[in-house]
């Protein structure tokens, strides 16, 4: 299914990673269901798939989706990118501030970037409660 209809996000997690910090880079929409169904598909047939993957790519191409659609600017859209990773890495792991922190490292390399801690936070904690 990748090879014929993945295309793009083959790229997983680097590509979410590339385009946090390139503004020109999109994550494509069918990120998030391919991804879904390939990690359940994975387990229900025995297979490894690690959780945080699965998060980052997920909330990475949901906030994506959400930044082209209101056609935000490069700084709200990292800010979405951000949330989005966060909700999705607070949900999968139950730690919403885990979320909100790994959310906000991932953004900024090498040091905080704290205009997005107020989304980020709200995202991993509404993430974590829709998941209990």
């Not at 704290?114 to 904690?125: I, K, R």
Request: glycine fraction near 16%; hydrophobic fraction near 50%; avoid cysteine.
């Amino acid at each position: 299914v990748y090879a014929k209809w993945g295309g793009p996000i083959r790229g997983g997690n680097n590509l979410v990673l590339d385009t946090v910090h390139a503004s020109d880079a999109q994550v494509p929409v069918r990120m998030a269901p391919m991804v879904l169904v390939g990690t359940v598909l994975t387990h229900l047939f025995g297979g490894s798939a690690g959780r945080e993957g699965t998060a980052v790519q997920m909330g990475g191409s949901l906030a994506d989706l959400v930044a082209r659609r209101f056609r935000v600017g490069p700084d709200t859209r990292r800010e979405l990118l951000a949330a989005g990773i966060a909700g999705g890495f607070g949900s999968v792991f139950g730690t919403p501030v885990a979320g909100a922190v790994f959310g906000l490292e991932v953004v900024v390399v090498g040091r905080m970037g704290y205009e997005a801690l107020l989304p980020a936070l709200v995202a991993s904690v509404v993430g974590d409660l829709v998941t209990r």
